[in-house]
């Protein structure tokens, strides 16, 4: 019997995501990539900047407080309407604070911002490790209410699928930078990648291809919003 497969098109979840990191000033950076494309893929991208903004404060408090190489974890979950930012890390010892600083100050003002960004934060402490966290009012009445978004939708149901015919190079490796070579990133490179050769094999105009492609990608509703 022949083997079918029935693509379901349904609404965005958002199930706790989590991923592992190792303290290094170069994470920073792709953590707060990471976290734009997921936000986006939950239909939140009003939240992308001040999510990042606290997202880059809250590891690199670990960077400078607790150390370069500290092993981490970073979760994003919704409590109620509520986005949650988590940071965990293995030191019960150095607690982040609100520190006053001189307006000219370069630093010490991490947590003074989420302060001001987040509509709570606190710490949470455990027997070896804490967790630092924020969370980010989404304006939703329910965590159940997240806007479909069918492009979104299939786009993650055509990349599961992509992941399972061919896996990505890339793989979770021990030390700085692993983050950045995240599968969803790369099976997403990927899929285009193939799309343009299969254009091309087959006699299509690739650079018009890529340029309709982006004018319908900048006509949608979610990319006219930013």
Not at 69 to 75: D, F, K, Q
Not at 161 to 168: D, G
Request: net charge negative; hydrophobic share 40%; charged share 25%.
């Amino acid at each position: 019997m022949g083997e079918s497969l029935v693509i379901q098109e349904t609404r965005t979840t958002r199930k706790q995501w989590d991923v592992e990191f190792t303290s290094h000033p170069e994470e920073v950076a792709t953590l707060r990539r990471v976290v734009a494309l997921r936000l986006a893929a939950w239909g939140l991208p009003e939240l992308v900047d001040t999510a990042r903004l606290c997202v880059s404060e809250l590891v690199s408090n670990v960077l400078t407080h607790v150390g370069i190489g500290t092993p981490g974890l970073l979760v994003l979950s919704m409590n109620g309407a509520d986005l949650r930012i988590e940071v965990h890390d293995p030191d019960t010892r150095a607690l982040p604070a609100v520190v006053l600083t001189d307006a000219d100050a370069e630093g010490g003002r991490g947590m003074t911002l989420v302060d001001a960004l987040a509509d709570r934060w606190g710490v949470q402490l455990h027997e070896d490790h804490k967790v630092t966290w924020c969370e980010l009012a989404t304006g939703s009445t329910s965590p159940d209410d997240s806007p479909s978004q069918p492009s979104v939708t299939r786009a993650e149901a055509l990349l599961g699928l992509y992941t399972t015919l061919r896996p990505p190079k890339c793989s979770y490796e021990p030390g700085p930078g692993r983050v950045g070579r995240m599968m969803a990133e790369e099976s997403a490179i990927d899929v285009i990648t193939d799309f343009l050769r299969w254009l091309q094999a087959r006699g299509c105009d690739v650079d018009e291809a890529l340029d309709r492609a982006q004018s319908r990608f900048e006509a949608a509703p979610s990319a006219r919003g930013r």
